[in-house]
């Protein structure tokens, strides 16, 4: 679980110290700062693929200036700590200890509009009384709370995903990065890639488009098939008409297919509303096996498109999955809103050039609460996040 975050001069987010909860629901005008906070992960994606592919993410965002605060005349790099939390029993350890992992880093903006690390550090804090050592089994394993860098600065990608020395932790926070998991299904356009066939063998985890949705589905069909059925009905309870879905692999791809009730008729994804295919793709994501789900599910406004019978469904599957995993989630819907208590909101604004973060605290909206939905107080400001 990430525990707490920090950002300072990222986009619109020029200071921001956040505890997470098991879920995080960010509501706020538009430009306030959402999308801001999720993009962040994904740079954080970028940093943590092998072999490093954040100079990649840097260059496909439109250089490093786009991404620091206010540019780099204002802003000249971007800092960031984070915090997880482990149940050792996750390492491998048969203990019932708790164990926090942290990682900062900073980057510098550098020549041909690019970043450069100016500190990357690491360290752990040990609930296990120092049983842990053993799992690490580290002659050189440093004192808890130590923090820990590379002797050298100004390279162009993590060391972190790389270097030998304390290898373990290394690969702890590594990994729990690359945990983390965005998805958007906003592209339905005709070349949207859950649209176009696809590697039946591509199919261990969703892709955070859903590319690999049919194949995905295949896997679970063949080897979760209570979990697949789980599926089915969800999304007939979203799409009446809805049968089930139909794999035909052809030369060692497959692509989403579908029957509906009362005829013998195969639809393909282009046949479908953009409503129906993103409900195909948010139900399959948040009924999937546990041991497929990412450790922090991030949703991008996972209500576009979709009828607000729907909507009530994918809350009430979000509130599910969260005993599984982390869930972050942006939105603008007040219905999406209604399906979460008030500590799991997190009202996103924007003052002058800066995005600010608050979380509602319940003890404060009681007597609100008695009379009007959280919906109904955003709609009338008295939460905030309105333009």
């Known amino acids: 679980m990430l525990k707490h975050i920090s950002i300072k001069g990222f986009k619109s987010i020029r200071e921001l110290d956040l505890d997470l909860s098991p879920i995080n629901v960010l509501i706020g005008a538009n ?7 999720i993009s962040f992960f994904k740079l954080l994606h970028w940093m943590m693929r092998s072999p490093g592919q954040l ?37 491998g350890v048969d203990l019932n200890y708790k164990l926090n992992f942290d990682y900062k880093f900073k980057l510098d903006y550098a020549a041909t509009d690019t970043f450069v690390f100016g500190r990357e550090a690491y360290s752990y804090t040990d609930h296990s009384q120092g049983n842990i050592f053993d799992f690490f089994n ?8 130590d923090w820990l860098s590379p002797d050298e600065m100004g390279y162009k990608e993590s060391r972190i995903i790389n270097d030998s020395e304390h290898k373990k932790i290394k690969d702890s926070i590594s990994a729990s990065i690359r945990k983390i998991a965005t998805y958007q299904f906003h592209d339905t356009s005709k070349t949207a890639r859950f649209k176009q066939k696809w590697d039946i063998d591509d199919n261990q985890f969703l892709k955070e488009d859903a590319g690999n949705l049919a ?32 794999f035909i692999p052809r030369h060692n791809t497959v692509i989403l297919q579908w029957q509906e009730l009362g005829t013998d008729l195969v639809f393909s994804p282009h046949q479908a509303s953009d409503g129906t295919l993103r409900a195909m793709a948010l139900v399959t994501l948040l009924l999937q096996p546990p041991d497929s789900l990412p450790d ?92």
């Open 31 to 37: 430009g306030s700062g959402k999308s801001n906070f």
């Open 55 to 91: 100079q990649f993410f840097v260059g496909q965002s439109g250089g490093a200036n786009s991404l620091l605060f206010d540019g780099a005349a204002v802003t000249s790099q971007i800092e960031s700590e984070l915090n997880f939390e482990f149940d050792v029993k996750a390492l």
């Open 138 to 145: 580290d002659d050189n394993f440093p004192d808890d709370k």
């Open 215 to 246: 194949p995905f589905l295949l896997r679970i069909r063949e080897n979760e098939p209570r979990y697949y059925q789980r599926i089915v009905e969800t999304l007939r309870q979203i799409i009446p008409f809805f049968a089930d879905f139909v």
């Open 296 to 387: 922090v599910l991030i949703l991008d406004e996972p209500e576009l498109g979709l009828h607000p019978y729907a909507i009530d469904v994918v809350g009430s599957l979000i509130n599910g999955v969260s005993n599984r995993c982390q869930v972050i989630l942006a939105t603008q819907s007040p219905l999406l809103v209604d399906c979460f208590d008030p500590e799991d909101i997190i009202v996103v604004e924007r003052n002058d050039r800066e995005s600010s973060f608050k979380r509602l605290v319940a003890e404060e909206l009681e007597d609100w609460l008695e009379e009007y939905s959280l919906s109904e107080l955003w709609n009338k400001n008295v939460i905030g996040g309105r333009p």
